[in-house]
């Protein structure tokens, strides 16, 4: 899923929709007094997610013309659900799986067992910080499961999930902050269906992922090319446990929609 077109090719690009960024979230934040206190560290984990995802975008394996609208399909999608970042610890979630996401489609290098751990390792965490998210715990073993290179892998990926569990419960247990799970578990509750855009939405999403399928599937050339079969199934997949979080947990924060972001950029542009 590497492409041979270099990153410099689109530095001019990517700059203009960074700078396009920069100006949207400060305008946003300013407005927002209740964030100033949080403000620098709001921007600087909305700043490396956005930097990290236009890295997997710029060395996935693209033709020029598609790249392009990739990158500013998912510019906007990143910027019009900046709301997110208000809250920090979905900030924080985000760009744990926005690495999550690099590691599994091979952007980011890393030996194998250890990629495979840290990623077990940092979707355990989001879990923690958002329940949700715990879906994707079992969405990333099946992909270690169907894509492994190495029996290892699916070990260290259980391995990076239960030493992660033991340090965080061993952690909250000596800091005597072992209640707020406590207290989560008591006042756990779903959040209000809203079906005057929840439905459309989850409608939409369906269309996308399905629409993806499709095209994934019946594209001769990709149906050769493993990497980029594996790589865009992990896409679907992960577009569609996105669809389950949303249909149930989604509430009034339509700003989740960033999550998808990247996948819906790629499937929607795959085939212009």
Same mark, same amino acid.
């Given at each position: ?6 990153? +410099? ?36 984990? *909305? ?18 013309? #598609? ?13 019009? *659900? ?6 920090? #610890? ?17 952007? /980011?290098? %890393? *030996?194998?067992?250890?990629?495979? @751990?840290?990623?077990? %390792?940092?979707? #355990? ?15 990333? @073993? ?12 699916? *070990? ?15 952690? %909250? ?6 209640? +707020? ?26 269309f996308i992922l399905i629409y ?24 679907? /997949? ?35």
């Amino acid at each position: 899923m590497y492409s041979n077109s270099s990153p +410099r090719n689109y530095i001019f690009v990517i700059l203009g929709l960074f700078a396009i960024f920069l100006g949207v979230f400060f305008y946003f934040f300013n407005l927002k007094n209740d964030n100033q206190s949080f403000f620098w560290e709001i921007f600087i984990i *909305s700043c490396l997610s956005f930097i990290i995802n236009i890295g997997i975008i710029v060395s996935i394996n693209f033709k020029n013309k #598609t790249k392009l609208f990739v990158l500013i399909i998912f510019s906007l999608l990143f910027i019009s *659900s900046l709301q997110v970042f208000e809250s920090i #610890t979905l900030g924080i979630v985000y760009l744990l799986l926005s690495v999550v996401s690099s590691l599994i489609l091979g952007t /980011l290098p %890393m *030996s194998s067992s250890l990629k495979y @751990f840290n990623i077990g %390792m940092l979707v #355990t965490i989001s879990s923690f910080l958002y329940f949700p998210t715990a879906i994707l715990l079992l969405l990333f @073993f099946i992909v270690t499961v169907l894509y492994y290179e190495e029996k290892i892998n699916i *070990s260290q990926y259980l391995a990076g999930i239960f030493v992660t569990l033991i340090l965080i419960i061993e952690i %909250m247990y000596l800091t005597d902050q072992f209640y +707020r799970i406590l207290d989560w578990v008591n006042h756990f509750e779903f959040p209000r269906f809203h079906f005057e855009y929840q439905i459309p939405i989850l409608i939409v999403l369906a269309f996308i992922l399905i629409y993806g399928f499709v095209n994934q599937y019946t594209n001769k050339k990709d149906i050769h090319d493993l990497k980029i079969l594996n790589g865009y199934s992990v896409l679907l /997949l992960y577009l569609f446990s996105w669809i389950v979080i949303y249909a149930f947990f989604m509430g009034e924060n339509y700003g989740l929609l960033l999550f998808v972001s990247l996948p819906i950029s790629l499937i929607v542009s795959k085939s212009l």
